[in-house]
């Protein structure tokens, strides 16, 4: 069972950036897909962007195109998630997930703590 612990959260004001990492104790990492979602203040928990067990297959939220990149390495272990261009309603908790699936999911099987992630105007 594979266990994921973030990091990289924090405050930054509008316009900046943050690289959050998710560590993977698994080392069969490889043979997971691996997600970030986010959740708000009261909203429901949201996909945010994905990345294929080889890294050869993305997919991002509307509201992260352009902005975010989703990267991994497989000798570390662990997915980052590059976040530029960070706007106020980019603050939420965010979370890693992994999944055994080849298939593309909304509800990973794994998941991490979460990193806040504050945005300031």
């Known amino acids: 069972q594979v266990q994921l612990v973030e990091s990289g959260g924090g405050l930054v004001q509008a316009g900046g950036s943050l690289r959050l990492s998710c560590a993977a104790s698994e080392q069969t990492f490889e043979t997971y897909d691996m997600y970030w979602f986010r959740q708000a203040p009261g909203k429901e928990r949201e996909f945010v962007t994905y990345?294929?067990?080889?890294?050869?297959?993305?997919y991002y939220a509307d509201s992260v195109k352009g902005r975010f990149t989703i990267s991994r390495d497989s000798a570390k272990n662990t997915v980052y998630l590059q976040m530029n261009s960070l706007q106020p309603e980019d603050t939420a908790v965010y979370y890693c997930a992994a999944d055994p699936s080849v298939v593309f999911t909304t509800r990973p099987g794994y998941w991490g703590q979460g990193t806040q992630v504050t945005v300031s105007s």
């Open positions: 990345i294929s067990r080889r890294g050869g297959s993305t």
